[in-house]
């Protein structure tokens, strides 16, 4: 026979114990005005602190709401833990406060794109400037600011991102010397 425990905490801190054998789900109700702490053990995995978030991994059903007219009922059914994957997300290049020179290439080899690519930059100077990619196929080589050519504000995280074909390199420049944080991450596309 499984059986999980119930632990209802009042504001004097006494425990009120429930016992629950075989209950596939468990309500839990709180006054909006007056909310109780509640902790859940022996059930798969429940932990529930009366904060806005709920942390609930391998429980059949759970279901919460408030005592007001109009209930909040959340129900997790036989959901496993989500986890958010980048498909083969490869981090072509980085460098993490460093001293880069003006005008100059940040990376001292190109970073190479071997596949189409929604290639990520995450960005951070010390000193405002402007951002700019170059773009080298084959021989040619093609450069663009980033930020439609707008300065960066210093100490200001950026995110940019490009689709770009297979068979190019690209490297940054920044218009003026500044220690920066870069991160140059590819998910393939399609």
């Known amino acids: 026979m499984y059986t999980s425990s119930v632990k209802i905490v ?40 009366n904060t806005p978030s709920v942390n609930i991994a391998n429980t ?5 709401a408030n005592s007001s007219t109009n209930p909040v009922p959340t129900t997790v059914t ?54 700019t990619l170059t773009l080298t196929s084959g021989t040619t080589t093609v450069s663009g600011s980033i930020n439609s050519g707008s300065a960066l504000t210093a100490t200001a995280w950026y995110e940019f991102e490009i689709d770009l074909p297979s068979g190019v390199s690209i490297n940054l420049q920044y218009s003026v010397s500044a220690t920066m944080t870069i991160f140059v991450i590819a998910t393939p596309l399609g």
Not at 19 to 40: G, H, L
Not at 60 to 64: K, L, R, Y
């Open 10 to 49: 009042n504001s004097s801190s006494d425990p009120v114990p429930t016992e629950i054998t075989n209950t596939p789900s468990v309500n839990i109700a709180n006054s909006s005005t007056n909310p109780v702490p509640t902790e859940i053990t022996n059930t798969p995995s429940v932990n529930i602190a």
């Open 60 to 64: 059949p059903s759970v279901n919460i």
């Open 78 to 131: 036989n959901t496993p833990l989500s986890v958010v994957k980048q498909p083969n997300a490869t981090v072509l290049g980085s460098v993490f406060n460093a001293s880069v020179s003006a005008n100059t290439n940040i990376f001292s080899s190109a970073l190479s794109v071997s596949q189409p690519s929604r290639v990520k930059l995450l960005v951070v100077a010390s000193a405002s400037g402007v951002l």
